[in-house]
């Protein structure tokens, strides 16, 4: 793949498979083919955008709400992050209840979603 900057417009080419992928939904949805690479490039900025904040405010949560929230993305109940954690089931939900807040999150199934939405296998590393 190459680019090409031209004022206020960018040039690329891509491969021949690509190409006609997107050619082929453009086409099914009715648009352009460049209209619909605009919408995708467009949108895919705007979620690496979003994953860079979320990782960066995981990033500085404090290190047991670091714990706390890795627990809670593999799904563990709080019952279950509280032995894993040697704490009570209470300590444990203010510390979801912190990194939930950091994160503008209302649920620890939101927290689950939306790294999984966006890619993020935090939990892991």
């Known amino acids: ?22 050619r082929q939904v453009a ?9 619909f690479a605009v919408e995708l490039l467009a949108r895919a900025l705007r979620q690496e955008a979003l994953r860079s904040q979320v990782r960066s405010t ?3 949560l404090s290190p047991r709400q670091q714990e706390v929230a890795r627990l809670t993305a593999r799904g563990y109940t709080n019952r279950q992050i509280a032995e894993a954690l040697v704490v009570s089931p209470e300590t444990v939900k203010t510390h979801v209840r912190h990194a939930l807040e950091k994160l503008g999150l209302r649920s620890k199934t939101e927290l689950r979603l939306l790294l999984l939405d966006l890619g993020i296998r935090w ?3």
Do not use: I, K, N, Y
């Open 58 to 60: 995981l990033d500085a």
């Open 123 to 125: 939990w892991e590393g």
């Open 27 to 35: 086409r099914a949805s009715s648009r352009s083919p460049e209209a």
């Open 1 to 22: 793949m190459w680019f090409l900057r031209r004022p206020r417009r960018l040039v690329f080419e891509v491969e021949a498979e690509l190409s006609d992928q997107l």
